[in-house]
T-cell receptor
Framework: GALVYQYPRRTICKSGTSMRMECQAV??????VAWYRQSPQKTFELIAL?????????EQNFTQEKFPISHPNLSFSSMTVLNAYLEDRGLYLC????????????FGEGTRLSVL | GDSVTQTEGQVALSEEDFLTIHCNYS??????LFWYVQYPGEGPQFLFR?????EKGSSRGFEATYDKGTTSFHLRKASVQESDSAVYYC???????????FGLGTRVSVFP
């Protein structure tokens, strides 16, 4: 079946440091990957949408300078949180769309980021 | 921008009760509408979608009918079980058509 894996599941970083997270699509080709953040007591905030062979589109309040994303092929994407601070805490989710599931995004279990 | 509104923030039910979660959307045209469910410690799982007026989506005993007239996509289940306890999200494509805009979610707690 089609699955999305995210790694790591949990991570802790010191304030001001950076942290990279990965997203792997298995069993289908992820032509687009959207990264979200789910903060405590909040719904999902879309950070950016990455489509293979197209420019990455960032939502308002999120920038490439803060959340650089790589999407080199149809099965892998990564995002880095640069210079993390307390407000960056949350569950980061990868939603991959492609040749599966009638284009409804499949999500990984997320990477939970804590910042000390 | 396009948005979805879930009326209920929390719902508490007993097993075998009927569940309704209201979802209304604001968008132009005929956006696809989605329901996702999120269990503790996990990412959201796709339940089903609908793309046109009067289309019914269903999965795992849950169902919802796309109603353009009332701009609604209410989630229903006839008889809930304790295992249905989770947070349910209604969603629609955002301006980029592949990222999603989610509602605030409805936390469903089912008690034996």
């Amino acid at each position: 079946g089609a699955l999305v894996y995210q790694y790591p599941r949990r991570t802790i970083c010191k304030s001001g440091t950076s942290m990279r997270m990965e997203c792997q699509a298995v069993g289908f080709q992820a032509t687009s990957v959207a990264w979200y953040r789910q903060s405590p007591q909040k719904t999902f905030e879309l950070i950016a949408l990455s489509t293979v062979n197209s420019a990455i589109k960032y939502e308002q309040n999120f920038t490439q300078e803060k959340f650089p994303i790589s999407h080199p092929n149809l099965s892998f994407s990564s995002m880095t949180v640069l210079n993390a601070y307390l407000e960056d805490r949350g569950l980061y989710l990868c939603g991959a769309s492609g040749t599966y599931n009638n284009q409804a995004p499949l999500f990984g279990e997320g990477t939970r980021l804590s910042v000390l | 921008g396009d948005s979805v509104t879930q009326t209920e923030g929390q719902v508490a039910l007993s097993e075998e009760d009927f569940l309704t979660i209201h979802c209304n959307y604001s968008a132009s045209g005929y956006p696809a509408l989605f329901w996702y469910v999120q269990y503790p410690g996990e990412g959201p799982q796709f339940l089903f979608r609908a793309s046109r007026d009067k289309e019914k989506g269903s999965s795992r005993g849950f169902e919802a009918t796309y109603d353009k007239g009332t701009t609604s996509f209410h989630l229903r289940k006839a008889s809930v079980q304790e295992s249905d306890s989770a947070v349910y999200y209604c969603a629609l494509p955002n301006n980029y058509a592949q990222g999603l805009t989610f509602g605030l979610g409805t936390r469903v707690s089912v008690f034996p």
